[in-house]
């Protein structure tokens, strides 16, 4: 079994930076892709960033581009996602996952039913 632990959120003005963290148990973390993903009130699931086995490669949506970065430490077990410039837009609750059977593909990487495992998710929110 494995389990993800996000933590990292909370309430920041527009322009200012979060780190959000994600803990995974389990002994193969290394082979685990990782994903961010978000939801807005009354809005879809949306892909974040995700994130190759070994950190090598890595895939943005187009609304966070150049704004957020996605790591891995595998030494550690724990996935980020690094935001900065944070907009009123981003306001939502942000899951982690873990997909641990794939082979990495930046196009498949930013569907959800791609993960096998999410987190609890962990509230974001940006004031104007």
């Known amino acids: 079994q494995v389990q993800l632990v996000e933590s990292g959120g909370g309430l920041v003005q527009a322009g200012g930076s979060l780190r959000l963290s994600c803990a995974v148990s389990g002994r193969t973390f290394s082979s685990y892709i990782m994903g961010w993903f978000r939801q807005a009130p009354g809005k879809e699931r949306e892909f974040v960033a995700g994130?190759?086995?070994?950190?090598?490669?890595?895939r943005y949506a187009d609304s966070v581009k150049g704004r957020f970065t996605i790591s891995k430490d595998n030494a550690k077990n724990t996935g980020y996602l690094q935001m900065n410039n944070l907009k009123p837009e981003d306001t939502a609750v942000y899951y982690c996952?873990?997909?641990?059977?794939?082979?990495?593909?930046?196009?498949?990487?930013?569907?959800?039913?791609?993960?096998?495992?999410w987190g609890q998710g962990t509230q974001v929110t940006v004031s104007s």
């Open positions: 994130i190759s086995q070994r950190g090598f490669s890595t």
């Open positions: 996952a873990a997909d641990t059977h794939s082979i990495w593909n930046p196009e498949s990487a930013t569907r959800t039913l791609r993960y096998d495992y």
